[in-house]
């Protein structure tokens, strides 16, 4: 399924692969964030962090009524506030949406999927 626009000069389509890449690089930027994780991580087989090529992965889009519905599954650095990094990946996330695409984000779930030892 893909996000149709219309405008005064045709529609627009916006495919759910690019969302996800839009919202995995909104997701990434955030400090704090390792990286993303798979959503289904015994399926794909994946226990490591996607690669950004791999970030539809990691997001789940579903069309509602009036925009769209994102859960996004996260890798969180060790030490920081966790409930913090997940407030800052849903105003990211629903801020490039609106941005870069024009589409609205309803709601933005964050999943953690992991903590890992940030490097020094």
Do not use: P, W
């Not at 994780?37 to 009524?65: C, H, M, P, T």
């Not at 990211?92 to 309803?106: D, P």
């Amino acid at each position: 399924m893909a996000v149709h626009i219309k405008t005064q000069y045709g529609t627009i389509d916006i495919a759910n692969a690019v969302i996800a890449t839009v919202v995995g690089g909104a997701a990434t930027d955030v400090y704090g964030i390792i990286g993303m994780a798979s959503k289904n991580q015994i399926r794909d087989n994946l226990n490591d962090i996607l690669r950004k090529e791999n970030y539809a992965r990691g997001v789940v889009v579903r069309q509602e009524e009036n925009g769209v519905a994102i859960d996004v599954y996260i890798i969180v650095g060790y030490g920081t506030k966790i409930s913090e990094v997940c407030r800052n990946v849903q105003s990211k996330v629903k801020y490039n949406l609106e941005t870069m695409l024009g589409v609205t984000a309803n709601s933005v779930n964050v999943f953690v999927q992991g903590v890992r030892v940030l490097a020094d």
